[in-house]
């Protein structure tokens, strides 16, 4: 069977990993998360404090330390699901916190901060057989994909889902927050300037609000095995 890279593209929160995690162990692909990438340089300007006094990033301090951040995945022994690492360290668990969700879509609005990172994932898809998620896949980091899906959902769904999986997770969450999250997040990465949030032409277009996750990987699966056959 030939070996094609499968773009996953939409707005936070819609379910794109779930889906795109499930297809690539299916079918024995790579994953890769690239909103788990621009976490991981939002984690690094936290932690560092390259942060202005109004809590904003200090985008002039974090593209002199930009070479430092160091971007990988490694494969979790127990689960076999890949873990992001920020320079050599597992940070999996601390680029989902709600503080990181909220200053991550300025990190990404960033063209220092896209530059590097597509670059980056454009190497990954170097011997296709990967499936990728994010908001620009489709559009700038692989044009060319065999298979483009553009997956979204309500706000108020994406954010119970968010909400959810956060109080599994034990962390004392307020739903309204997390919406106004969701819809803060929908908004940069639809209006930024450069490689914004939008279905490419010829993207497959899946609203997944009154879907189960059975229902998803299935129809996602019949799009896949079309294109590989
Ligand atoms: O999918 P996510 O919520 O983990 O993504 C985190 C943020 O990263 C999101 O606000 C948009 C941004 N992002 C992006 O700009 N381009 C991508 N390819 C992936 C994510």
Redesign the pocket.
């Known amino acids: 069977m030939k070996k094609i890279i499968v773009a996953i593209d939409g707005h936070?929160?819609c379910g794109?990993?779930t889906m795109a995690k499930a297809l690539a162990r299916k079918v024995g692909y790579i994953y890769v998360?690239?909103?788990?990438?621009?976490?991981a340089v939002a984690l690094f300007a936290l932690r560092h404090g390259l942060l202005l006094p109004d809590g904003s990033v200090d985008a002039a301090a974090l593209e002199v330390r930009m070479p430092e951040v160091e971007i990988s995945f490694r494969l979790d022994p127990e689960t076999g699901l890949p873990q992001t690492c920020l320079c050599g360290e597992v940070v999996e668990q601390d680029i989902r916190t709600l503080e990181v969700?909220s200053l991550?879509?300025p990190v990404?609005?960033l063209p220092f901060v896209?530059q590097a990172l597509t670059r980056q994932q454009q190497r990954m898809g170097d011997e296709k057989g990967i499936v990728m998620?994010?908001?620009?896949?489709g559009t700038a980091?692989f044009p060319n994909a065999e298979l483009k899906i553009f997956v979204t959902a309500s706000a108020e769904v994406r954010a119970q889902r968010r909400y959810d999986e956060l109080r599994r997770k034990g962390q004392d969450v307020d739903f309204a927050a997390i919406l106004r999250n969701v819809e803060e997040?929908d908004y940069?990465?639809s209006h930024r300037e450069l490689?914004p949030?939008r279905q490419a032409p010829d993207a497959l277009v899946l609203d997944n609000s009154h879907m189960s996750i059975a229902e998803q990987d299935a129809w996602l699966m019949q799009h896949f095995e079309a294109r590989t056959r």
């Open positions: 936070s929160s794109k990993s998360d690239t909103g788990a990438m621009y976490r969700s991550v879509s990404a609005a896209r998620d994010g908001r620009d896949i980091v997040r940069i990465d490689n949030l």
